[in-house]
């Protein structure tokens, strides 16, 4: 067998191995894992609002209309300038105003709020935002507080038409410091 | 002259093996090649969190089962033989409404699947099934031809989990934001995409094709799922399917 003879097999066997690497290449996409939905919800963030857990948090019921955020949570020594919005996950138990007559009943009512935050954000449709999720294990009622904000818009113009109606109507609001980032 | 003959019929061989190896070879990747069509199902809302809302979602369990198992079947009729067909189903949410309904949902939608004799897949997270998505199948055998998307969405997120685990909102989703983890080369050039879903032809189609690189079919407005068997249609005065968002839109 010649040099040529060599060359045309070593050719012919090149070109099947090529050909059946193909697959081999083309399968191996990178591992993809679906990054949080806003930096502000990493695992790190929701350790260090469990962290040093406060006796109880001071919880008040903000009710709206459209969106299905419950209220807004802080530590007992934080100013509620400085409390969080957040959803309720009712899993371990319902939030208190499933034991009234209707959702709204108990609008602008404190609560001594017992729980943690759960490892993973919530997505709220109409406004197009992360919120922290509070897991909700025992509550005592308190005084009745003053409205402290409505919902921030979102300004990303992608959540849904109906949105735009509640937009107007929260148009007004916007002195505190906000949990929630836009999502996009 | 033997010596020169021989080195003529060595020659030949080795031409012939070479044929042979790259016509096999070829062949095995024909045969090896089939398309897939991917259906895909969100979850439903729990009755207890929309019992009382002017606008309850989802008071029939299976709006984003039945509506695929129409799809499936309209599948079968046209896919080729060797064309794989997958049904992805949101698992938790179907587990939670199962509790609500005291009957086993699980197990009703594995008996659909089985009737249908589609692959079921079941999922919990997101990047469970871009991960399918991607990788699932070798993608250069088993491009997605087909994708349909039955489940809560606005015209920026797929909700799958959604009024299930918290009232009103979603905790499992595919906003558009990630929709650049969806490899390109999963989808065959000229696969047919859908989004069933509220909204999706006023944000998302663009930006799924600018990720994926292949169009998409979404509503401009809601549609709706409460037909049964049939297809969701658009409810929504004056909507319409596209697969580009019209530019007074965007």
């Known amino acids: 067998m010649n040099f040529s003879q060599w060359l045309q097999i070593e050719f012919a066997l090149t070109l099947t191995f090529v050909l059946c690497g193909c697959a081999v290449t083309n399968s191996s996409v990178s591992q993809s894992t679906v990054s949080p939905g806003n930096k502000v919800f990493t695992p790190e963030r929701v350790a260090q609002l469990n962290a040093n857990p406060p006796p109880y948090w001071d919880a008040q019921r903000e009710f709206h209309p459209v969106h299905s955020t419950w209220g807004f949570i802080k530590r007992p020594d934080q100013e509620w300038s400085e409390a969080l919005l957040v959803m309720l996950n009712e899993d371990t138990l319902p ?24 490892s993973e954000p919530a997505y709220e449709p109409f406004l197009n935002k ?30 849904s038409s109906f949105t735009r109606q509640t937009r107007m109507r929260d148009r007004s609001t916007s002195r505190h410091r906000y949990s929630v980032e836009d999502i996009e | 002259m033997v010596s020169q003959c021989n080195s003529y019929t060595t020659k030949f061989q080795a031409f012939a093996l070479s044929t042979t190896l790259i016509l096999v070879t070829l062949g095995q990747k024909q045969l090896a090649h089939a398309d897939e069509f991917l259906v895909i199902s969100g979850g439903p809302a729990l009755n207890r969190f929309e019992a009382d809302k002017q ?3 989802d008071r029939f369990w299976g709006n984003f089962i039945q509506t695929a198992e129409t799809r499936l079947i309209e599948i079968l009729k ?71 998307i039955f489940a809560h969405s606005n015209k920026a997120c797929v909700m799958f989990d959604y009024s299930n685990r918290v009232d009103g909102v979603s905790t499992v989703f595919l906003h558009t934001r990630d929709l650049p983890l969806i490899s390109s080369n999963a989808f065959r050039k000229d696969a047919y995409t859908t989004n069933w879903g509220c909204h999706a032809g006023e944000y998302w189609v663009d930006r799924w094709r600018q990720a994926t690189d292949t169009y998409m079919w979404g509503a401009i407005g809601k549609t709706n799922y409460s037909y049964g068997a049939m297809m969701p249609i658009i409810s929504t005065p004056g909507g319409r399917w596209v697969k580009f968002v019209p530019s007074g839109r965007r």
């Open chain 1, 95 to 118: 939030a208190p105003h499933r034991k009234l007559p209707r959702r709204d009943s108990d609008h602008l009512q404190r609560y001594r709020f017992y729980g943690y935050f759960d």
């Open chain 1, 130 to 159: 992360l919120f922290d999720v509070f897991v909700l294990t025992g509550y005592e009622k308190s005084e009745v507080g003053e409205q402290l904000r409505l919902v921030e818009k979102s300004d990303a113009g992608i959540t």
């Open chain 2, 55 to 57: 606008t309850r979602h």
């Open chain 2, 78 to 148: 046209k896919k080729k033989s060797t064309d794989v067909v997958t049904w992805m189903v949101f698992r938790t949410g179907y587990e939670r409404r199962s509790q609500e309904e005291s009957r086993n949902l699980i197990a009703e939608i594995e008996q659909r699947a089985a009737k249908l004799n589609v692959t079921l897949k079941w999922f919990r997270k997101t990047r469970e099934l871009i991960s399918y998505i991607n990788q699932g199948l070798d993608r250069s055998q088993h491009p997605i031809k087909q994708l349909d």
